[in-house]
Each structure stands twice: as C-alpha cells, then as structure tokens.
C-alpha cells in the first residue's frame, strides 16, 4: 500500500517561510517524478514543482521559482518544500503526488499522478 504523508504545514505572517514534508511508504521516491501541488478554496488544483525521477533537476512554476525550493532524500524517502518569503495568495491546501511514468510535458497536470496525499493547509496572514 502507497502511503503519501504531508506536513509542516500551518498559519504563519507575510514573509515567512515554511518548510512541507511529504513522507512516502509503499514506493521508492528516487523511482518515481514527485511533485507538489496546491489548491486554494474554489480553484482548481495547480502545479507548484516537480522532481523528475532519477534526477534532481527540478521544474517550477515561474511564478515561484524564486521563493521555493523541492528537494528530496532518498534515504528518508521524503520530499520537501521550502517556501520563502510567503503571501497570502499562498494559501492553500498543499499535496504531494508520485506519478511513476510521466514524460516532461506531463508534469504539470494533475491527472498524471498516480498517487497523492491527503494535503496540509497553509495559510498566510496579512
């Protein structure tokens, strides 16, 4: 069974930063494109980053490619986000997702994925 845990999130200021954990059982992350995806109330789910399996040549959105950062270790089987510099329009519930045979031009879209997590809510306060 394929278990996908998020974490770290929370309720923080403009400007600050958090860092989200996604702790996977059941697959192996260096074997899977893993990815991050949010989802403000009444908006469809959208594409903040991806890691390609196999590599660590990360994909961002432009928007906010200057303020977060995904990364992984292996060893842990553990994705993470780190979001700096944090806005309001942040907020939203954040998932991870493996997606086991994506091509690059696949990632961005959500029904790709093969598994996802049950999210963890971020809000920025002004």
């Known amino acids: 069974q394929v278990l996908l845990v998020e974490s770290g999130g929370g309720l923080v200021q403009v400007g600050d930063s958090l860092r989200l954990s996604c702790v996977a059982s059941?697959?192996?992350?260096?074997?899977?494109?893993m990815a991050w995806f949010r989802q403000a109330p009444g908006k469809e789910r959208e594409f903040v980053a991806a890691?390609?399996?196999?590599?660590?040549?990360?994909n961002y959105v432009d928007s906010m490619r200057d303020r977060f950062t995904i990364s992984r270790d292996n060893a842990k089987n553990t994705l993470y986000l780190q979001m700096n510099s944090l806005q309001p329009e942040d907020t939203a519930a954040y998932y991870c997702a493996a997606g086991k045979n994506l091509i690059l031009s696949s990632i961005r879209t959500p029904r790709h994925y093969d598994y996802w997590g049950q999210g963890t809510q971020v809000t920025v306060s002004s």
């Open positions: 059941g697959l192996t992350l260096r074997d899977y494109t």
């Open positions: 890691l390609r399996r196999n590599t660590n040549t990360p």
